[in-house]
């Protein structure tokens, strides 16, 4: 049964366009609201302030005009409520809530009383339906009487709304017009800024897609990119790096064990040739298959310790970390490499404390140093010195140190020290060394969580291993 296809991958850019859409739509919604709220209240304020005015000019007309011709003289002091039907109102109730007086643009239509009695000296504002059947807007006071026992009267003035409420929509829609032409305009900056911003990650990618894997690039991190994407950059140049080292690696690894293997291989089918031709020769013959069987050996060698290094530069290997002296773990290898020292005539300097005790893997870092001391003895010159020394380090871990002379050694072999099958004489290996000490003394330190540097210093090469823990 066939997997279902995957489904289409999201679009960062679709994604930066929609979210700043919505988060700006958001801001101009909220914008548009404050807006209206504030035009909104100042309208009503404008227009309560206005009827406030003619509350006070129609109050104290009254209280100065307490006769019948109160209307005509307040007629010709404000002409606006004389015309019938205009847009402007104004009535007087008594306390007991007959109407006193109303103005002559109500047509003996009364004007809606407020939905409740002002307070004194509190003016009431409230909507309510003109006597022309427009909506208005209207202010309620209560009237101090000049005159000893006096009745309390109430005085409700009003005008028209509507010209207001055009204005209101008027300002509504220019806002609303104005938001969702700001929204578009928004949009569009907003793809084209995201389209510009997105342009160097697309050559970047378009350049990668064009990477030879038989050609190593060059720094990747080199191509022009904005400061928040030079860290991606960085890293994935990195990543490069590392792969194409790797794959340079295991081509020169190919070569190398081509190589290492069909010298072996030569020796044993001479050997073999050579029995074959002699066939008297019984001490030939055993001479040839010693030859063959030494041969074979070197070539176990070999192998044992590729897959030991496979093992454990994919990571299959565990270490198990025991506690151990390291003392004791340098004399026993120092007594068990005495014999081969001696043949090349190389004594040992070693100043290690003893009872040193530390938490490693027993197996792995015997392997290390055994690799160190034994790569010491096979290129120091005969007759020289092997230095050991041990060394706390400030945080208390510890460094363990390895020299030999090495007057061949040069500065630039330095930096392949450390690979499979490399030798300064080009000659191929010995019969106790293949040319994978140190590489397997770098992937077990690895493995351990350790520091294996190489050094030359004066013609001396120095390796240190770093970060051992004491107990």
Not at 183 to 192: K, M
Not at 219 to 228: F, G, K, T, V
Not at 374 to 402: F, Q, W
């Amino acid at each position: 049964m066939s997997s279902p296809e995957p489904s289409r991958a999201p679009s960062l850019q679709r994604r930066l366009v929609i979210e700043l859409s919505v988060a700006l739509g958001l801001i101009l919604v909220l914008l548009f609201l404050v807006l209206d709220r504030l035009v909104d209240n100042e309208l009503y304020a404008r227009m309560d302030s206005a009827l406030l005015e003619r509350t006070h000019t129609i109050s104290a007309f009254l209280d100065t005009h307490p006769g019948p011709a109160e209307l005509g003289e307040l007629g010709r002091l404000l002409p606006e409520y004389e015309v019938p039907g205009h847009t402007d109102f104004f009535e007087v109730w008594n306390a007991d809530g007959t109407s006193r007086s109303r103005s002559p643009s109500s047509a003996d239509r009364p004007l809606a009383r407020p939905p409740q009695t002002p307070a004194e000296g509190t003016p009431l504002y409230f909507d309510m339906t003109l006597p022309d059947g427009h909506g208005g807007r209207a202010v309620a006071t209560m009237l101090e009487s000049r005159t000893a026992g006096g009745d309390r009267r109430m005085l409700v003035v009003a005008t028209e709304r509507e010209p207001h409420d055009r204005l209101e929509r008027r300002i509504h829609y220019t806002l609303m017009g104005g938001i969702a032409l700001a929204l578009a305009l928004a949009v569009l900056i907003a793809l084209l800024a995201v389209r510009r911003g997105l342009t160097p990650l697309l050559r970047f990618g378009e350049r990668i897609a064009t990477l030879d894997d038989t050609q190593p690039p060059a720094r990747i991190a080199a191509e022009p990119l904005p400061r928040e994407l030079a860290p991606f950059a960085r890293a994935l140049g990195t990543a490069f790096d590392k792969l194409y080292a790797t794959i340079e690696r295991e081509r020169r690894f190919s070569r190398d064990v081509a190589h290492e293997l069909r010298t072996p291989l030569t020796e044993i089918r001479t050997s073999i040739e050579t029995a074959v031709r002699t066939p008297g020769d019984s001490e030939g013959t055993r001479a040839a298959f010693a030859a063959s069987i030494g041969a074979v050996e070197r070539m176990q060698r070999a192998i044992d310790a590729l897959l030991m290094l496979a093992r454990h530069e994919a990571g299959l290997a565990h270490p198990a970390f025991d506690p151990l002296d390291l003392s004791a773990l340098l004399e026993s290898l120092l007594d068990a490499l005495g014999t081969y020292a001696r043949e090349r005539d190389i004594r040992f300097e070693c100043a290690c404390p003893p009872n040193l005790w530390i938490r490693s893997d027993v197996g792995s870092l015997e392997r290390i140093v055994s690799n160190l001391l034994r790569n010491a003895i096979e290129y120091a010159p005969a007759g020289s010195r092997v230095d050991i020394g041990v060394e706390a380090r400030n945080d208390g871990a510890i460094t363990l140190h390895v020299a030999n002379p090495a007057p061949n050694l040069s500065a630039e072999d330095l930096g392949h020290v450390g690979q499979r099958f490399w030798r300064k004489s080009p000659s191929g290996g010995t019969a106790a060394h293949a040319g994978l000490g140190l590489a397997l003394a770098l992937a077990l330190a690895r493995n351990l969580g350790l520091e294996l540097h190489f050094t030359l210093e004066r013609e001396t090469f120095h390796a240190r291993l770093l970060a051992l823990k004491p107990l």
